[in-house]
């Protein structure tokens, strides 16, 4: 099944008077349960790829299919929507909120998407091996810890999609590895379709599948068999 389709897309940014392209005429389809990494040096467009093909930006030109919707038509409303119930994001700086717990910052997002069912939390914190810190406060986490705790936030909608932009940029190597494997078993038992945004050729061997961007162009395709 086809989560996701590119058509002879492109995205500029403007500033004033000035246009920028950054991604020139991608031609992309994400099937269900792939776990696509998206490579490339930096400023070849790999985040920008990330949020047009999550809805979080429009394309300039072409078509973005996710989810059957038509990201181009969809109101900001609509494209919340789908975001807050269909999609989980999780951001190389964790991006967790400084004054609230680890359960609390969990709990924040089960309510934003009006889930009831309290003890998903639990349950998620406990996937992640995070339930014993729940009471702990981000900065009194180590960075992959706080990640982990991201991941179990971006699981709490039950997604079908989650986006991972450098998830690991700033870990050491042994807690890196720790978040890839944990995104593996997403991959692998939970059945989640993954877009892995990364820097590291080390990571590849992760993924069913990666693509590598220069200039914002495709440049290569490559299915992987493990
Ligand atoms: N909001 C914006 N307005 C204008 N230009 C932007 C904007 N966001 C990104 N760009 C430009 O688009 C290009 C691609 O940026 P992008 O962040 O997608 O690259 P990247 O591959 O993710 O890089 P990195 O590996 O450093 O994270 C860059 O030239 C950048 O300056
Ligand atoms: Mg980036």
């Known amino acids: ?69 038509n990201v181009a038509q969809y109101n900001n409303q609509q494209m919340s929507n789908i975001r807050k119930n269909q999609i989980g994001f999780i951001f190389q700086f964790y991006n967790l909120i400084p004054n609230l717990t680890v359960r609390e910052n969990v709990m924040l997002a089960l309510v934003i998407a009006k889930g009831k069912d309290d003890s998903r939390v639990d349950q998620l914190l406990t996937m992640v091996g995070m339930a014993d810190y729940q009471n702990r406060y981000p900065n009194e986490l180590s960075g992959g810890m706080q990640q982990r705790v991201a991941i179990a936030r971006s699981l709490v909608n039950d997604p079908k999609i989650i986006f991972a932009d450098e998830p690991t940029g700033n870990l050491d190597t042994i807690n890196g590895n720790e978040i890839m494997n944990l995104l593996h078993r997403l991959h692998d038992e939970h059945k989640k379709t993954i877009v892995l945004v990364t820097h590291s050729d080390d990571y590849i061997k992760y993924c069913s599948r990666f693509i590598k961007l220069v200039d914002g162009k495709i440049v290569k395709d490559e299915v992987l068999s493990f």
């Open 1 to 69: 099944m086809i989560l996701i389709e590119c058509r002879n897309m492109n995205k500029s940014y403007q500033n004033g008077q000035i246009e920028t392209p950054v991604l020139k005429d991608i031609n992309l389809v994400v099937n269900d349960n792939d776990f696509l990494g998206i490579t490339g040096p930096s400023g070849s467009g790999k985040t920008t790829l990330l949020y047009v093909l999550s809805g979080l930006e429009k394309p300039s030109d072409g078509e973005v299919i996710l989810l059957n919707q």
